[in-house]
Structure formats: structure tokens, C-alpha cells
């Protein structure tokens, strides 16, 4: 197993936020905190369901995990990493990271950040790791995490990036997406030069999934490219959600 396993959701953990027979269920070691107050420990101790590498699983301790391999590769909070390495050369302001009862910072989710710097993320992605002329992601790292590398829930999956393919005009344009819990939304789309962040507090609501519609339907007829007509008329775009949770998530073969 490796960081990228964990990147891409694929470690082969028994770990499955949908699945509440899941022993690394996201809720369930929450509901159980005071048992395992240590979230990188007991990720640790959890029973594998496939080798690694062979499907993608939504599952919150995944990335978590990554988080504690910073701690370890850095020696240091993670958080003071974050702050040193990305908050201040990125100028992000306040933020809100949970904890686990251990005293660990959670990296599966649950971020609380103001809107700009929230969409600050999505334009780090789309200029390939740089901010302000200074590296903060390697070109490769930022390529890879838009990159379609797996099958995830009728969308595909890079790291911690989801993909997919919008309706433009009368072409597909190839999209990149963080989509947060309550209709937190990053949407970038390398093609247009264009990001947009959206964000919404329905926490586990169904209609969080219709957010990210958004952008398909409503922005995307408004964008203008080098030619366009400014005063061409927009109308919504015809658009399925194609988000669900019956894929098996196999490896995509990248070429």
C-alpha cells in the first residue's frame, strides 16, 4: 500500500462511507470515538476487503490517513505543515479543522474556510500547482490529482479530485471537481481558464448533488470564448447528473 492508495481511495481497506457494515465507516468511528480515540491507529488496524490498487472506495480515513503520513514525513503537526506550505505563501486567512479525540487533525473532511479562500484551491489546480509564481504543488502531483485514474461512483477519480466531462456548446469540456458535504463546491475547468466555488450548508441533505449542477446548466451557456458573440442570448444546458453510488470503481487504464 502506498500514499497513492490512499490518494485515490483505493488502500483496499474494509473502509466504505456508504456501507454501514463497514468497520472503517466514516460515522461509525465517529459514533464510537471514545473506544478509538486515535483515527490514524485504528485505520490502521482495519481488515482489508481487496488488494490495494484493484477498485476505488469512498472513504473518509483514506485521506486521513495521507494526513498522518505528513505528520510523519515532516515531523511535525500537520497543521503547522499546512500553514508553513500552503495557508501563508497561498494567503489564506482563518480556518476551522476538526479533530480527532486523539488530538490528531481529521483530513477526511469537514474543513470550515471562507469563500475566496475556498476557491483558491480550484485555481491551484488549474495553474499546475503554483500560486503567485511560487511551486507549492509539484506539476506532476497537480496533473495526477485531475487526472482520471479510477472509476468512483459513476465519475472518475484522481487525487481527491473528481473528473468528469461537461456539456460546452457542442463539445465536452473536461472538468475538475472537489465535492464537499452540503453542496461545498470546487469546479474547474483547465480548457475555459475558469474556477468556480460554491458553497451550501445542507449537511447529508439529497439535494447536494443538484449544486453541483449549477455550472453544467447555468455558468457554462454563459462563458465566453476569444470570438463569441457577449450578446448571444444563454439558455440552461440540457444536463444528467451522472453521480450515484453502483459503480465498481475499477482502475482506469491511463494512457
Avoid at 120 to 146: C, T
Avoid at 172 to 184: D, E, H, P, Q, S
Wanted: glycine content about 10%; some cysteine; hydrophobic content about 35%.
Amino acid at each position: 500500500m502506498t500514499l497513492e492508495h490512499l490518494l485515490t481511495q483505493s488502500s483496499g481497506y474494509f473502509c466504505d462511507d456508504s456501507n454501514d457494515a463497514a468497520p472503517g465507516n466514516e460515522d461509525k468511528i465517529w459514533d464510537n470515538a471514545e473506544q478509538n480515540p486515535d483515527f490514524w491507529k485504528f485505520t490502521l488496524s482495519l481488515p482489508m476487503a481487496t488488494p490495494p490498487g484493484e477498485n476505488s472506495v469512498y472513504c473518509s480515513m483514506q485521506p486521513n490517513l495521507a494526513l498522518g503520513m505528513v505528520q510523519h514525513a515532516t515531523k511535525e503537526f500537520p497543521l503547522d505543515a499546512f500553514d508553513r506550505l500552503v495557508a501563508k505563501p497561498m494567503r489564506i486567512g482563518n480556518y476551522v479543522w476538526a479533530l480527532d479525540a486523539a488530538g490528531n487533525p481529521f483530513g477526511g473532511g469537514g474543513l470550515g474556510i471562507g469563500a475566496r479562500d475556498f476557491l483558491k484551491f480550484g485555481q491551484l489546480m488549474l495553474n499546475g500547482g503554483a500560486w503567485n509564481g511560487r511551486q507549492i504543488l509539484s506539476p506532476e502531483y497537480a496533473r495526477n490529482s485531475i487526472t482520471p485514474l479510477y472509476n468512483l461512483r459513476r465519475i472518475t477519480y484522481g487525487y481527491l479530485w473528481w473528473t468528469e466531462d461537461m456539456p460546452y456548446k457542442a463539445r465536452k469540456v473536461r472538468a475538475f471537481m472537489a465535492l464537499g458535504n452540503g453542496g461545498n463546491n470546487i469546479v474547474g475547468i483547465p480548457e475555459l481558464d475558469l474556477v468556480v466555488a460554491i458553497q451550501g450548508a445542507n449537511y447529508a441533505s439529497r439535494t447536494t448533488g443538484k449544486i453541483r449542477e449549477i455550472v453544467p446548466r447555468n455558468i457554462l451557456p454563459a462563458v465566453r470564448e476569444q470570438g463569441d458573440d457577449k450578446n448571444a442570448p444563454v439558455s440552461e444546458q440540457e444536463y444528467t447528473n451522472p453521480y450515484g453510488r453502483s459503480d465498481d470503481g475499477s482502475r482506469i487504464q491511463v494512457k
